[in-house]
């Protein structure tokens, strides 16, 4: 079967997002980041796995019926799967798009998970990291200044 | 824009050399003139966690330049102990004062400040993160008794693990190309391997071992510090360590003429008291040095110069 085939197995979209590129075997993790957020619970989602990719071999795929995606939810998938392009369709076509890259801070997501971090103590406090390399592997606590591999504060982080 | 001194980390090295040269013109500038500085200007001293010495360091500082302090000296003393968030303490008492002084028990804590008051603020140690005043005030004593930083010899002795002092200055003095650090210190007390990461590899040596002999033989500075107890999980094992970095004058009878003595104070039993008397004990000077170097800091902070 050739790819354009394939493609059809989601329909196209007439005005919605779109999130491509993403390695074969993480586009699950994507749904659950969108899955817990909580003004995404009535947005139809189609999940493609496994299609043939030029630039990847292998991709998933996964396309959304609104019009944005906050940042919030941005922000995650650039921390759990960075290099993914997020595309919003307006009348069939790309209407715009861009690559999610590694963030080089993250605010207000993750918890610090040293004990004695004023963030866990003040919770009304954002909690914010920076990325000590481009990747984003390793992050520091603005705060305390502890250094974390970031999988120890992302369970959908390898 | 405002300024807070809350992290080594944060510091550049021209930055640093700032501090050492308007702590050396505190110094010249007689009593009776330094007094004249700040009339009529308020520091708070907001000090979460007992610290006699740091909190009389910086409150003599303060007085000394004409100013007055309002604060606290622990936290039972405080609307903390009604449920008062942090913040709120600080947003309350940045209404009374013109620069805030905080000593806390949780890490992150200065910097939470700094990010909310528009007063600066003065990191005066949270938790085991920083405490940059003392690093200052101890790259002044070495510049001050040896005349210059970069190339001396300096050994660390005693609990290199979790001493934050300790992990503060050498970072610090690697920035002033201090490249031949001698480390002693027990087994379980080890100088965590990345503070001795750099990216300029083979510039630097970190001789480690347990006998102090040798770092008294070859240092220019000696600086120690106390074996905390509670630090072994096995008791024995402090009983075993805790006596051999006691430093007697009969042991300096071995060390160069010009060697200092420095320790952040307060001792236990590491240095013995007949090294007072010694021609090598810097660390009374280097509590004097410490009122002089925040006064530097406040002055510095409070944009005045001198």
């Given amino acids: 079967m050739k790819n354009t085939e394939q493609m059809q197995m989601i329909p196209k979209i007439e005005l919605g997002i779109v999130i491509d590129h993403i390695p074969a075997g993480q586009g699950i993790k994507i749904m659950e980041i969108i899955s817990k957020a909580e003004d995404m619970k009535d947005v139809a989602l189609s999940l493609g796995l496994n299609y043939e990719s030029q630039k990847l071999g292998r991709k998933d795929l996964i396309k959304l019926q609104m019009e944005y995606l906050s940042p919030e939810i941005i922000q995650q998938i650039s921390i759990v799967v960075p290099g993914v392009t997020i595309k919003a369709i307006k009348n069939f076509k790309v209407h715009s798009k861009v690559v999610v890259q590694s963030p080089k801070e993250i605010r207000n997501l993750l918890e610090c998970k ?7 103590s003040e919770k009304h406090v954002e909690t914010h990291f920076t990325a000590l390399e481009e990747n984003c592997k390793r992050v520091r606590c603005e705060y305390c200044e502890r250094v974390f591999d970031l999988k120890e504060l992302h369970a959908l982080v390898d | 824009m405002k300024k807070d001194l809350i992290s080594m980390e944060d510091l550049t090295l021209s930055e640093v050399n700032d501090y050492l040269v308007t702590a050396a013109k505190v110094e010249k500038t007689p009593l009776e003139e330094r007094v004249k500085l700040l009339p009529g200007r308020i520091m708070a001293a907001l000090f979460f966690e007992p610290s006699t010495r740091t909190r009389l360091s910086f409150e003599a500082a303060m007085h000394r330049l004409g100013g007055s302090v309002i604060g606290f000296a622990a ?25 805030l002084v905080i000593r806390h028990p949780g890490e992150g804590t200065g910097r939470l400040a700094a990010r909310e008051s528009f007063l600066p603020v003065i990191n005066a140690g949270d938790g085991s993160n920083q405490h940059p005043t ?173």
């Fill in chain 2, 134 to 306: 003392q690093t200052l005030l101890d790259l002044y004593t070495i510049q001050k008794d040896l005349g210059k930083i970069e190339g001396l010899k300096i050994a660390f002795v005693g609990d290199l693990k979790y001493s934050r002092t300790v992990h503060s200055l050498i970072r610090a003095l690697m920035m002033f190309n201090v490249t031949d650090f001698t480390l002693v210190a027990p087994e379980s007390l080890r100088l965590p391997s990345h503070f001795m990461r750099t990216d300029q590899p083979g510039k630097f040596t970190f001789r480690e071992t347990e006998h102090i002999e040798e770092a008294i033989r070859t240092s220019d500075v000696l600086y120690m510090t106390r074996i905390q107890r509670e630090r072994f999980p096995d008791i024995l094992e402090y009983e075993k360590v805790k006596d051999s970095y006691v430093l007697t004058a009969e042991m300096l009878e071995q060390a160069q003429d010009h060697l200092r003595v420095l320790h952040p104070l307060p001792r236990v039993n590491e240095i013995a008291y007949d090294v007072d008397k010694t021609k090598y004990a810097g660390y009374f000077p280097q509590a004097r040095n410490g009122v002089i170097m925040r006064q530097a800091i406040i002055l510095k902070h409070l944009g005045e110069s001198i």
């Fill in chain 2, 75 to 99: 936290k039972d003393a405080t609307s903390v102990s009604k449920g008062e968030s942090f913040t709120d303490t600080i947003h309350t008492v940045e209404s009374y004062s013109d620069i």
């Fill in chain 1, 114 to 120: 040293n004990p004695n971090c004023i963030t866990n």
